[in-house]
């Protein structure tokens, strides 16, 4: 059984930095892609970041580029997204999620989502 356990989230001021985890259990993820989306009240979900675990490349929304970083460790199944210079925009829920396709960039692309950890940013 698949399971995504996101943490981290929390409370800070504005230029502020958290940095959340996504531990992933359940199978192995050398094929698949990970992803970090975020949804504040309203619908959709926003993509912020995907990180491969086979070769690592990245990729980022325009709105995080040079402020958030996303990575991983092999070794714990774990991919983080470090957040600095955060602004009242980013305040959302922050989900991880995992795909073996080729696409990330949308929520339909992905096979497994966590439960989600709120982040709020004060002004």
């Known amino acids: 059984q698949v399971q995504l356990v996101e943490s981290g989230g929390g409370l800070v001021q504005a230029g502020g930095s958290l940095r959340l985890s996504c531990a992933a259990s359940?199978?192995?993820?050398?094929?698949?892609?990970m992803g970090w989306f975020r949804q504040a009240p309203g619908p959709g979900r926003e993509f912020v970041a995907a990180i491969r675990w086979s070769g690592g490349s990245t990729d980022y929304a325009d709105s995080v580029k040079g402020r958030f970083t996303i990575s991983r460790d092999n070794a714990k199944n774990t991919v983080y997204l470090q957040m600095n210079s955060l602004k009242p925009e980013d305040t959302a829920v922050y989900y991880c999620?995992?795909?073996?396709?080729?696409?990330?960039?949308?929520?339909?692309?992905?096979?497994?989502w966590g439960q989600g950890t709120q982040v709020t940013v004060s002004s």
């Open positions: 359940g199978r192995t993820f050398s094929s698949y892609a």
């Open positions: 999620a995992a795909t073996q396709g080729s696409s990330w960039y949308v929520p339909d692309d992905y096979d497994y």
